[in-house]
């Protein structure tokens, strides 16, 4: 019997438009291979089919060498993890069924994942040669990606409590659709947060929400902004361009004003000092200096990943299933993906 420091550990993420595939030899990851798609640029948001083709062309070369770069081969693995959702089902798909038939092959059993909480866990993540550093439970994460913007109560990698969560758009959405008025491209995200490193955050005022709770909303920001837009251009026809660096840092600092303020509301109630963030608005700079500004203002210890494990990655999913491994959490065949769920 292997001690569980030694288990080997394969995971696979297919749930939107990245392939990815990783290896974990107990909590330290040994490989973490990404195929990306270039292709949904051209028409401003993911594909759902066009998705699922290019994870069918690409599943099998990426968790190859995945495999390769751990220096392992497929007889060294204990069990898969995959994403089961949410996110694309076509997607998934690929994922559970490539998955299903390499468990075959292998005689060794399947983990289904949460794509949402492998998110949160990839906080758990250790690299070679670095020292561990992990959140204490419980612990509050702020789960900010393009489809969510949740505040959790972790009290386990198997309890997470939504405690807070948008009724609307999410506020990576909200980046998204807003650069897109603008006629900034896809995705984005990472566009909004390069234009907002030179802008002036207080040039313009955007609606803020009033929600009760812990609760997010991000409708009214976006409807704002689009009206701001609307007067500006009334005004200038070349107001976009003459003023995008400064909406963008407005855009940037209301979203991240509106998430920071509901999360310290709820780590002071509930006297919680350990607070992380996770999903891929967590690679936004502003919203990482946010953070430790907040450490310092409030003596929070926090908890920032890597680039690397911002967007989707099988990272996060090993990591997770690393978890259910030590409690012999596994599923069957029939086990089926999904497309929305909450954590």
Same mark, same amino acid.
């Given at each position: 019997?292997?001690?569980?420091?030694?288990?080997?550990?394969?995971?696979?993420?297919?749930?939107?438009?990245?392939?990815?595939?990783?290896?974990?030899?107990?909590?330290?990851?040994?490989?973490?291979?990404?195929?990306?798609?270039?292709?949904?640029?051209?028409?401003?948001?993911?594909?759902?089919?066009?998705?699922?083709?290019?994870?069918?062309?690409?599943?099998?070369?990426?968790?190859?060498?995945?495999?390769?770069?751990?220096?392992?081969?497929?007889?060294?693995?204990?069990?898969?993890?995959?994403?089961?959702?949410? /996110?694309?089902?076509?997607?998934?798909?690929?994922?559970?069924?490539?998955? !299903?038939?390499?468990?075959?092959?292998?005689?060794?059993?399947?983990?289904?994942?949460?794509?949402?909480?492998?998110?949160?866990?990839?906080?758990?993540?250790?690299?070679?040669?670095?020292?561990?550093?992990?959140?204490?439970?419980?612990?509050?994460? @702020?789960?900010?990606?393009?489809?969510?913007?949740?505040?959790?109560?972790?009290?386990?990698?198997?309890?997470?409590?939504?405690? /807070?969560?948008?009724?609307?758009?999410?506020?990576?959405?909200?980046?998204? !659709?807003?650069?897109?008025?603008?006629?900034?491209? =896809?995705?984005?995200?990472?566009?909004?947060?390069?234009?907002?490193?030179?802008?002036?955050?207080?040039?313009?005022?955007?609606?803020?929400?009033?929600?009760?709770?812990?609760?997010?909303?991000?409708?009214?920001?976006?409807?704002?902004?689009?009206?701001? @837009?609307?007067?500006?251009?009334?005004?200038?026809?070349?107001?976009?361009?003459?003023?995008?660096?400064? @909406?963008?840092?407005?855009?940037? =600092?209301?979203?991240?004003?509106?998430?920071? !303020?509901?999360?310290?509301?709820?780590?002071?109630?509930?006297?919680?000092?350990?607070?992380?963030?996770?999903?891929?608005?967590?690679?936004?700079? /502003?919203?990482?200096?946010?953070?430790?500004?907040?450490?310092?203002? =409030?003596?929070?210890?926090?908890?920032?990943?890597?680039?690397?494990?911002?967007?989707?990655?099988?990272?996060?999913?090993?990591?997770?299933?690393?978890?259910?491994? @030590?409690?012999?959490?596994?599923?069957?065949?029939?086990?089926?993906? =999904?497309?929305?769920?909450?954590?």
């Amino acid at each position: 019997m292997k001690k569980d420091s030694e288990v080997i550990l394969l995971g696979i993420e297919s749930s939107c438009d990245d392939t990815s595939a990783a290896v974990l030899r107990g909590n330290t990851l040994l490989s973490n291979v990404t195929a990306s798609q270039a292709v949904h640029s051209a028409y401003g948001g993911v594909v759902p089919e066009l998705a699922s083709r290019a994870h069918q062309q690409n599943i099998i070369p990426v968790v190859s060498e995945a495999i390769k770069r751990a220096g392992l081969t497929p007889q060294d693995l204990d069990a898969i993890a995959f994403t089961r959702g949410p /996110g694309l089902l076509g997607s998934l798909l690929v994922g559970t069924s490539f998955t !299903k038939g390499l468990s075959i092959s292998l005689g060794i059993p399947m983990i289904e994942i949460n794509h949402l909480q492998a998110h949160v866990l990839a906080h758990f993540i250790r690299e070679e040669g670095e020292p561990e550093r992990t959140p204490e439970f419980p612990f509050l994460c @702020l789960l900010v990606s393009g489809g969510n913007s949740q505040i959790l109560l972790v009290k386990s990698p198997y309890d997470m409590q939504i405690i /807070g969560q948008t009724i609307d758009d999410a506020a990576g959405e909200a980046f998204d !659709k807003c650069a897109k008025v603008m006629g900034l491209g =896809y995705p984005g995200g990472p566009i909004i947060n390069k234009l907002a490193n030179v802008g002036n955050p207080q040039a313009f005022t955007f609606a803020r929400p009033h929600v009760p709770g812990y609760d997010y909303s991000f409708s009214g920001l976006k409807t704002s902004f689009l009206y701001t @837009l609307r007067d500006g251009l009334k005004a200038d026809a070349d107001f976009i361009e003459k003023n995008k660096a400064d @909406l963008a840092a407005s855009l940037q =600092y209301t979203v991240i004003d509106i998430l920071m !303020k509901q999360l310290r509301r709820a780590a002071k109630e509930l006297k919680i000092k350990q607070v992380a963030v996770a999903g891929g608005v967590s690679a936004n700079t /502003g919203l990482r200096d946010a953070y430790q500004a907040y450490a310092r203002r =409030y003596g929070w210890e926090v908890f920032i990943p890597k680039f690397a494990y911002t967007t989707d990655n099988a990272a996060m999913v090993a990591m997770s299933g690393y978890f259910k491994y @030590l409690r012999g959490d596994f599923c069957d065949m029939e086990v089926a993906p =999904y497309a929305r769920v909450t954590v």
